[in-house]
């Protein structure tokens, strides 16, 4: 970063600091898939579910459609948020194409930033499961932390699948 970079953050605000650090989040979930093809998002490396399109559809219904607009609007929950037959339906990528889930990624992203608008910080809404009210201060961070999260473990898949491609 450079000085010039340094002395124009130091001068936002803490939205803006905020939403750009999840926007930053978001874009590094987009450019770690950018060189996989369908095949290899789908590797399954660990003994979860987890998959690179794997963490981008968990990203999608678990993370940004919950939060912003289940949780933050009382919009509708996704109709593969959970089911009786399955904890983790959202992990599950069976017909689905990379790009299609990008797609989909990109634009629940731009749906979020829609939803949080000029929304106050302050704001609060009612988290259903603890019966407690969270800001969109509260979820906003929230966000950046679980975006983050995955993009490491999206960072370790994709850096194991390339190598084992390079074999």
């Known amino acids: 970063m ?13 939205r803006e600091l905020a939403l750009g650090h999840l926007d930053y989040a978001r ?3 987009v450019n770690l898939c950018a060189h996989l ?6 590797i399954k490396l660990v003994s979860s579910k987890t998959t690179p399109m794997g963490i981008v559809r968990h990203l999608i219904v678990a993370v940004e459609q919950f939060w ?9 929950r996704a ?4 089911n009786d037959a399955d904890d983790d339906p959202d992990w599950d990528v069976d017909g689905l194409s990379l790009q299609a889930l990008i797609d989909t990624y990109n634009a629940t992203c731009a749906e979020s930033n829609s939803l949080i608008g000029n929304v106050d910080f302050s704001a609060t809404a009612v988290h259903e499961w603890q019966g407690a009210f969270v800001s969109l201060r509260w979820i906003v961070l929230h966000m950046i932390h679980e975006t983050a999260q995955h ?4 960072d370790i898949l994709v850096e194991q699948i390339e190598e084992s491609l390079q074999k």
């Open 2 to 14: 450079s000085d010039n970079d340094f002395q124009k953050i130091m001068h936002l605000s803490e």
């Open 27 to 29: 874009e590094l979930v």
């Open 37 to 42: 093809s369908d095949e290899q998002a789908r």
């Open 68 to 76: 912003f607009r289940y949780i933050l609007t009382g919009g509708a």
């Open 79 to 82: 109709d593969d948020w959970a």
């Open 151 to 154: 993009c490491g473990h999206l």
